[in-house]
């Protein structure tokens, strides 16, 4: 028997799950069986990220299939992959850099009709999953620019890369939910968060086409320092921000 909606709203509740009732009617929508939803809703009692339960994500309105272990698009990238949009054209070379799910990329692809897309990333299953929401035979594992074609150097016009970029001593001020969860080279950026972002400005150059632009998420303190560190890469930096979702990208142009 499928127990009542307020049952399974007040088991979430009192484990803290700040959106309990819409999280209650996602799972009771996605269970087969009262037994699959007794199990979904015990894995989210214990932690696991509702997404990581359900098998998907909603962001910028796809359902984007996330695995257990692979990093969770947040809410606040939405501005990144439509900013990444807003810059790409039919026919453009768009690469999803640090793809994790395959997210940012899958959104590029689904609002800009026609784009060469590609993505990469260093956690297999990552790149497994990622494999399930943008074309298979473009999404490569490795780290950084190392696995993408060589064909690609000096042709993409949209990179963007949501690296991590939370500092390492910050990683334990985390919520549970992404700390315990989510592979930690997702989210640890270094000392100053900057460190991934260092290394995919110092080669930018080198991989886009002249005009072409570099965008990544960081944090609204470090976006100062990371426009500096575009800028030394040679690249044209400007920051962008979202009030609504939090969120704030730097850009960076390779100068024609």
């Not at 399974?8 to 799972?27: M, S, T």
């Not at 609204?220 to 044209?236: D, T």
Request: net charge negative; hydrophobic share 45%; with cysteine.
């Amino acid at each position: 028997m499928v127990p009542p909606l307020s049952a399974i709203i007040a088991r979430l509740r009192a484990v803290g799950c700040v959106f309990a009732e819409d999280e209650a009617r996602l799972l009771v929508d996605a269970a087969g069986s009262p037994a699959e939803l007794d199990a979904m809703v015990a894995r989210r009692v214990e932690g696991l990220p509702l997404e990581h339960v359900l098998g998907w994500a909603e962001f910028c309105g796809l359902r984007v299939l996330v695995d257990p272990g692979v990093f969770v698009p947040r809410r606040r990238t939405e501005f990144l992959a439509r900013r990444a949009a807003s810059l790409a054209r039919p026919g453009s070379v768009v690469v999803d850099l640090c793809c994790g799910s395959g997210a940012v990329g899958a959104v590029v692809a689904s609002l800009v009709e026609g784009v060469d897309l590609f993505a990469a990333d260093i956690d297999p299953a990552a790149v497994r999953c990622a494999r399930r929401n943008i074309p298979g035979d473009q999404v490569y594992e490795g780290d950084l620019y190392a696995p993408l074609p060589l064909g690609l150097r000096g042709r993409i016009d949209v990179l963007v890369a949501n690296t991590p970029y939370v500092p390492t001593g910050a990683i334990g001020t985390m919520p549970p939910e992404a700390r315990d969860h989510e592979p930690l080279v997702a989210l640890d950026g270094g000392g100053d968060g900057l460190d991934v972002q260092r290394r995919v400005a110092a080669d930018a150059p080198k991989w886009l086409a002249p005009g072409g632009h570099l965008l990544v998420e960081t944090g609204e303190r470090q976006a100062p320092h990371a426009a500096e560190v575009f800028a030394r890469s040679g690249l044209e930096p400007r920051v962008v921000s979202s009030e609504e979702l939090d969120a704030t990208v730097v850009i960076g142009v390779r100068p024609v």
